[in-house]
């Protein structure tokens, strides 16, 4: 089974696929792939420039 898990912040999404198998009577990640995206590239630029200046 395939499952997709999205938590939201403030500034950002992560977004998981999750691949669970049954163990039992139990379930067991076996794999976990995910991603990051930015919400706003304001928040993206402001924190570069004031790195950089």
Same mark, same amino acid.
């Given at each position: 089974?395939?499952? &997709? +898990?999205?938590?939201?912040?403030?500034?950002?999404?992560?977004?998981?696929?999750v691949t669970?198998?049954? +163990?039992?009577?139990?379930?067991? +990640?076996?794999?976990?792939?995910?991603?990051?995206?930015?919400?706003?590239?304001?928040?993206w630029f402001?924190?570069?420039? &004031?790195?950089?200046?």
């Open positions: 089974m395939i499952a &997709k +898990v999205t938590l939201k912040f403030e500034n950002f999404t992560k977004t998981d696929l669970l198998e049954r +163990v039992g009577n139990d379930w067991k +990640v076996s794999k976990s792939i995910n991603s990051y995206n930015v919400i706003s590239n304001n928040w402001a924190s570069h420039k &004031k790195a950089n200046h």
